[in-house]
């Protein structure tokens, strides 16, 4: 192990997730499906929903918030929509095949949505639309989630992180790709702040009394407790819009649950009203449109990509070297990472070898 | 002319607003349409989007920028989705009509998409889903604007205050009905405070510079400059999340041009490279979808309503006597104005007087 962050080879990272969960009881190909997922973060750079959430799979499964072996089942099927059952199985693999669906659907009619019961976390939400776009489609993704945040004027963690991602073609070497939770920021920033002791900006969080709060420690160990909440996008009140985040969040609870006749809000604890565990029951929504329904998809892509391009290139605030467009972080960073390898910083260092003894991995050396 | 807010009964501004219309060279039928999204906009108390615009679609008309007869049409037809072609004349009448087609779509086969080109300013975006939500369907609206908002880390109006419209069907007197633009306000916010002759709080706009501004009226006339710019939802830089307005705002520029081959940014603005007058060029975007082909419309419209009242009834801030749901004040405003009639500023009385002149209509007395 080592005291700072090291980068590992990305086929011996996936190698090992797919050891790793394997041991966890995922069956091979699901496991192959899985780390794809999770390595699509790393390379993003996006170190909390990668190989840093293999531990937290593994806890899940074994407490029995979730089951290693998804059978996900087509519940209701139409020419352009569909139901899909997870059966409590590994979100990634549910999401994949639902996304997959979507987009047979979308490429034989212009158009295909899918709904998700009874699923786990399904990584980072912007893998799924980008499989729309690696067929020449349009793809959208919400999904909701463990309640952390606050609606405007209220205090109690009542909607998830709940993101929206949504990835378009263009002509360029990347593809727009937003994805990005409806709250001010994700709970990992927190986390990010509490394991380096230092506070968070106010504006992120707020108390029982919706008082803005900072602690970074406290607030990790007070939210789970539902004692404090993450603010909506757009912060407290209405003054700067924080009610658009929180209508945005209500937006992606309401297509992730009731288009499933499923869990939402409250029923998104890991355990009952009486403190027993109980399984996730998250709920998604995939939808896919075919370009070519609408204008020539070459045609699509010229527009998008000039549309980042003008963007990129226009007037930079004083002290800004550069203006970005969603998905381009994403896209330099995989360039970076598939060329050096991940960074995989000590606290995930430590994770990994934890799990690596539990689940008694003996190959897979991963160089620390 | 009073200098107070009166009120005026809706059958009589409706009456006021379809003669006004027709007096500008609006056939009847579009007048109807017309004045029946701009009342709903007064009825919510969205006053800036209501019959206070009616004077600006005169001006408009009057300088070329829009046409009054609306000859759209359908330029591209699946069973799923079509391109409408708005023949640059009045938005809210190929607004209706594409939804229409939408909703028509997604009763057949569960999904409808309809892309608009060569349209110009649609109203409020909610009414478009609301018109969804009155058949039993979900509807989503977008549209791109005159450029005003700035991307992150720039500081130039390159996208319009670009909103997302989104409304459900619940099981309560009014539905879950989002409509918000992903600037960090309108630009109706700065207008108002203009009148008042306030400062606006700081984080709403910036300067060249990228620094904030607050000075109202100096603010309204650098913006059409383009000196100055709208901060995206989440505000300056990416500390609370500015980034995300600005991915969101993209968002809505892709969908409200890319899929119509039409115009986007810099395309949008109301004079062309040489100062000369050319039609506005909006695009929309309208999605309907049909629940009944996922689950019963009555357990959706349970699990939406349950939400809304786990969210109202959840624990509210220490200063806070309630928690909204997005279209809720809406209901209860048009409520209050369907029985007491639209109050109408002494501003606006002024601009329909002139109006009411230029326009020589004799009959139709609003009361003031």
């Known amino acids: 192990m080592s005291e700072h962050n090291i980068r590992v080879p990305v086929k011996d990272l996936v190698d090992f997730m797919i050891v790793a969960l394997s041991k966890m009881g995922v069956p091979p190909e699901d496991a192959r499906i899985i780390a794809d997922v999770l390595i699509t973060a790393d390379l993003w750079g996006v170190r909390s929903h990668g190989v840093a959430h293999l531990k937290m799979y593994h806890e899940r499964i074994k407490i029995g918030l979730q089951l290693p072996v998804t059978k996900w089942k087509i519940v209701k099927d139409t020419p352009t929509t569909a139901v899909i059952d997870g ?26 949505a899918v ?4 699923s786990s976390h399904y990584g980072v939400a912007g ?32 909607l998830g992180t709940n993101p929206i991602a949504v990835a378009t073609p263009t002509d360029e070497a ?3 790709m937003y994805d990005a939770s409806t709250s001010v920021i994700p709970r990992g920033k927190i986390e990010v702040a509490a394991r380096a002791n230092k506070p968070i900006p106010e504006g992120w969080v707020i108390n029982e009394q919706g008082t803005a709060v900072t602690e970074s420690i406290t607030i990790i160990s007070e939210m789970n407790k539902g004692n404090v909440a993450l603010l909506p996008l757009g912060g407290m009140g209405e003054l700067m819009g924080g009610h658009k ?22 029923m998104l604890h890991d355990t009952d009203h009486d403190g027993k565990t109980q399984f996730l029951r998250i709920g998604h929504f995939f939808l896919a449109i075919n370009v070519e329904h609408f204008i020539p998809l070459e045609d699509f892509k010229y527009i998008t990509g000039n549309m980042m391009r003008e963007l990129r290139s226009s007037r930079k605030a004083a002290d800004q070297p550069r203006i970005y467009t969603a998905g381009e972080k994403e896209y330099f960073n995989t360039k970076r990472n598939q060329a050096d390898g991940v960074e995989i910083t000590p606290g995930v260092q430590k994770a990994l070898q934890v799990l690596r003894k539990e689940l008694d991995i003996t190959g897979n050396d991963l160089g620390f």
Chains 1, 2 share one sequence.
């Open 127 to 158: 893998y799924y639309p980008l499989m729309a776009v690696k067929e020449g489609l349009v793809g959208l993704s919400v999904t909701n989630a463990h309640p952390s945040t606050a609606p405007t004027f209220g205090t109690k963690p009542m």
């Open 174 to 176: 990347f593809p727009y």
């Open 115 to 118: 709904a998700v019961r009874n």
């Open 87 to 112: 059966g409590y199985g590994m979100g990634m693999v549910v999401g994949t095949h639902a996304m997959r669906l979507a987009i047979q659907k979308a490429k034989k009619l212009g158009l295909g």
């Open 245 to 266: 985040g929180y209508g945005l969040s209500t937006f992606v609870e309401i297509f992730s649950a009731a288009f499933q006749n499923g869990a939402y809000l409250s």
